[in-house]
């Protein structure tokens, strides 16, 4: 479901929420669009109210238990069927039965269990190559399109870890590494522009190689990375520059970086 900067189809699609993320309803003008805070991540935008479904607050409340975990999964009714994205959950899942407002369908593809996830380096990069290839889009979250923010939430999220949803939100966590030598697989790297506000984000997969969503290739890819920044093994030249990066596995404190240096870009 698209999340919008303001309340209508042609505003700039800022964010998504996938099947069975629950948010709350801040506010609902008169043409139907509600403002919503997402309560996986906090993000707040507009959406239209009909693709939303109303639970009491104890559901709103109760916690997920199983999500999707591959790309063929779907919900088969008598007559059709409804994809699910990586990373959709599951809710009202009983028997292999769905509930999808008053229908039911199977559940048929594959269900991981939020409380087996376990937040490691090698899993961050094994959820990340899911994405690969995957088509670049500004506020994607899934197969179908993704933003660069929008990739590393979505590999913490299935380790049950909730980063916040933009780059310049994102660079606050973890704590800082100070020479790229240092970094290690499923650290972030944050790049900036000319005036030094953070506009990107990566995850490593060593300290040479980094896998991102870039609108410069068009793509989820895996790109070179020294002490410049990336550089594009299919363009053939730098397209982002380094700034920091930021180490989330193992360390729950944060080291902060002035507040000037970020902007609100995915």
């Not at 609902?28 to 669009?33: A, G, K, L």
């Not at 063929?72 to 028997?95: C, N, Q, T």
């Not at 594959?110 to 899911?130: M, R, V």
């Not at 290690?184 to 190689?209: M, R, S, W």
Request: proline content about 3%; aromatic content about 8%.
């Amino acid at each position: 479901m698209p999340v919008r900067s303001e309340p209508n189809h042609r505003a700039e699609q800022t964010s998504q929420l996938l099947y069975g993320e629950k948010a709350e309803i801040l506010e609902i003008n008169n043409r139907e669009w509600a403002r919503i805070r997402c309560a996986w991540d906090g993000y707040e935008g507009w959406c239209k109210h009909s693709q939303l479904k109303a639970v009491t607050r104890r559901e709103y409340k109760k916690t997920t238990k199983y999500f999707a975990t591959n790309h063929l999964s779907k919900i088969l009714f008598e007559s059709d069927e409804m994809p699910l994205p990586v990373g959709s959950e599951l809710v009202d899942l009983k028997g292999g039965i769905m509930k999808v407002g008053a229908t039911e369908g199977q559940f048929k593809g594959k269900k991981g269990n939020f409380s087996d996830l376990i937040l490691t380096a090698e899993q961050i990069k094994e959820n990340a190559l899911l994405y690969m290839h995957a088509p670049y889009l500004w506020g994607g979250r899934s197969i179908t399109g993704i933003d660069c923010s929008g990739l590393s939430q979505m590999a913490f999220k299935l380790c049950n870890y909730a980063l916040p949803r933009d780059a310049s939100q994102q660079a606050h966590k973890g704590v800082l590494i100070e020479f790229l030598q240092n970094a290690q697989c499923g650290d972030l790297a944050f790049f900036d522009d000319k005036e030094g506000k953070i506009i990107h984000v990566g995850i490593l997969l060593d300290n040479q190689n980094i896998i991102h969503a870039t609108d410069s290739s068009g793509r989820v890819v895996i790109d070179r990375i020294d002490l410049g920044g990336i550089v594009s093994v299919s363009l053939r030249k730098r397209t982002h520059n380094l700034r920091f990066v930021k180490r989330i596995i193992g360390n729950e404190t944060t080291n902060e970086v002035p507040e000037g240096l970020f902007q609100d870009l995915i």
